[in-house]
């Protein structure tokens, strides 16, 4: 039997109804003005002071621990510098083998360093027996010290970048690697020698989407001595392409992943001391 609404009834309907479309314009209207803060850096990319003394172009070595860390979550930093004209290299401390899918992970590493613009001779992937890609797999600190002072060394690299303690998603192989950071600086790093992290954020930021610009932005600001930039990315779109040559990997979950991931749309950077 079919029920009646009363007008009442009909009412209070239509009220909620309008109530979830203000949010949902407000979504809208809110990512739509992020992507365009974001978009805008292109044209005022002087307003991050980050290397932008004019006086050299770097050569940059990026530490990952596995293939897709670097279109997942360093893509504006990549963009950011290649732009700019200086010279990046990409550590891969394993070939993401956890699956048994090394062998391809690896070769998607390559074409997605292709797409962001870094020359396959300057991307090294490790397949090395005590840096096996895995949850359970602790990997030696002074190991990984000793790998990047080498490829330091062969490059003349003047400064890192690499995962903070927390390693954005808090995997254990990423944390490892910041620490291999750590250890080189305190142990092998010529004095002044420079390394920044990548800022880890709580979940809700991290799911905002290009909302967290500014709330990342703020963040920047309010440490304005130096030690942290904000780096917006001017190329998302070239994020997505990147990560989809990541094909093994390239499934639904990351798919939305990067598209409402903060880190496809602005990294933070803090120095190491």
Known sequence: MLRKFSGKETKKRGSSLMAWLLVITA???????????????????????????GTQKRNILLVIAHPDDESMFFSPTMNFLTSRGHKLYILCMSIGNADGMGTMRREELYKASTVLKVPLNQVKILDHPDLQDGFGKVWDHKLLAEIIEQEISSHGIDLIITFDSYGVSGHCNHRDVHNGVRGF???????????????????LRKYSGPFDIWLSSMF?????????????????????LAMAQHASQWVWFRKLFVTFSSYTYVNTLKRIK
């Open 27 to 53: 979504f809208v209207v809110i990512w739509i003005a992020s992507l365009c803060k974001n978009f805008h850096a292109s044209v005022s990319s002087s307003r991050s002071a980050f290397l932008n003394d």
């Open 185 to 203: 600086l305190h142990n092998k790093a010529p004095q002044g020698f420079e390394a920044w992290e990548l800022v880890s954020t709580n979940i």
């Open 220 to 240: 920047s600001k309010e440490h304005s001595s130096g030690m942290t930039h904000c780096l917006l990315n001017e190329r998302p779109r070239q994020s997505f």
